[in-house]
């Protein structure tokens, strides 16, 4: 049976369909989806049956795995594995996975585990779609720009409002501080596609103020919001969803009334980000060589 990719919006998201994940992928299977990975942004796999390990094993076809996260603790036993439970937290903001490092996951996947009755989707937009449709003079801006990620972020609430365990939480996330500066317009390594990698964790504009940089951050993060822009992903049991961090920016929907939502996450080692021209992203403070390998 050949695989067959299904496209379901016009700027991003396709459904795999003719491949068991659950088995090893000939090298035939994994140059086909990542294909589709490079085109589509964002796939996803209906009637999945993988436990922790499977879900491992599917993600190392395309890379060394990070891994669960630099400072927030794995599955128990697992180290490989993110618990994106809602009882550890939300991820209500934009963002693309673990940017605040050096060398970011290339590409994440997030299996279905627990899923509330209604609700709980996960947004996934095309920062490609979003940089062709900047006007061209804020195109030619952007291309210049550099901007600093850091796990300290302003999480824009008041602290009167977090309690002990959401505290907690927060103090396990910046146990390591990270800071990296990236480009604002970030050149994909296989496509050649631009896209503007910035998201919730990119909290200055280099050589800018944070008032100018929030202004100019808010304006490009508009574009990549855009409705024609994302994928709006309703999960079901047994989904998995691989999609690809470089070029990419995804948001959880807190719309399902606090009941229990669960997916696991595995990651996959990516590379230093380049700008248009040519050079690297550079780290301004942490270590995240416990976290990740570098993807050649």
Same mark, same amino acid.
């Given at each position: 049976?050949? @695989? =067959?990719?299904?496209? $379901? ?5 396709? %459904? ?10 000939? =090298? ?5 989806? %990542? ?36 400072? $927030? ?13 809602? =009882?550890?937290? &939300? ?5 693309? /996975? ?16 627990? @899923?509330?009755?209604? !609700? ?36 824009? $609430? ?17 146990? @390591? ?8 317009? &970030? ?7 631009? !896209? ?17 940089? &929030?202004?100019?951050? /808010? ?6 919001? &855009?409705?024609? #822009? ?13 999609? /690809? ?9 807190? #719309? ?21 021209? !040519? ?14 390998? $570098?993807?050649?």
């Amino acid at each position: 049976m050949s @695989i =067959e990719i299904s496209k $379901v919006t016009a700027n991003i998201g396709a %459904r795999v369909s003719g491949v068991d994940i659950s088995k090893p992928l000939d =090298e035939g299977q994994v140059t086909a989806i %990542r294909e589709a990975l490079d085109v589509h942004k964002a796939l996803a796999f209906d009637d999945v049956h993988l436990d922790d390990e499977g879900q491992q094993a599917f993600a190392r076809h395309f890379g060394d795995l990070t891994t669960a996260h630099p400072t $927030v603790a794995a599955v128990d036993g697992a180290p490989n594995v993110l618990p994106v439970d809602s =009882e550890r937290g &939300r991820a209500n903001h934009w963002h693309t /996975d673990v940017t605040f490092v050096l060398n970011p996951p290339q590409a994440s996947t997030l299996r279905s585990i627990t @899923i509330p009755p209604y !609700g709980g989707e996960t947004l996934i937009a095309s920062s490609a779609a979003a940089y062709r449709d900047l006007p061209a003079p804020l195109r030619a801006l952007a291309d210049t720009l550099w901007a600093e990620h850091t796990n300290d972020y302003d999480y824009a $609430v008041p602290d009167e409002q977090i309690d002990e365990e959401q505290a907690a939480q927060r103090a396990q996330f910046t146990s @390591i501080k990270f800071r990296t500066a990236h480009p604002v317009v &970030r050149v994909h390594p296989l496509t050649g596609e631009r !896209g503007l990698f910035i998201g919730g964790f990119a909290q200055r504009i280099v050589g800018l103020s944070v008032g100018e940089s &929030r202004k100019l951050l /808010d304006l490009f993060q508009s574009y990549v919001t &855009r409705p024609e #822009n994302i994928l709006r992903w309703r999960w079901s049991p047994n989904q998995l969803v691989l999609f /690809d961090n470089r070029i990419t920016q995804h948001y959880a929907v807190d #719309n399902y009334d606090g009941r229990p939502r669960r997916l696991h996450r595995v990651t996959v080692a990516g590379d230093v980000p380049v700008g248009i021209e !040519g050079k690297e992203s550079y780290s301004i403070e942490g270590d995240a060589s416990h976290y990740t390998s $570098v993807a050649e």
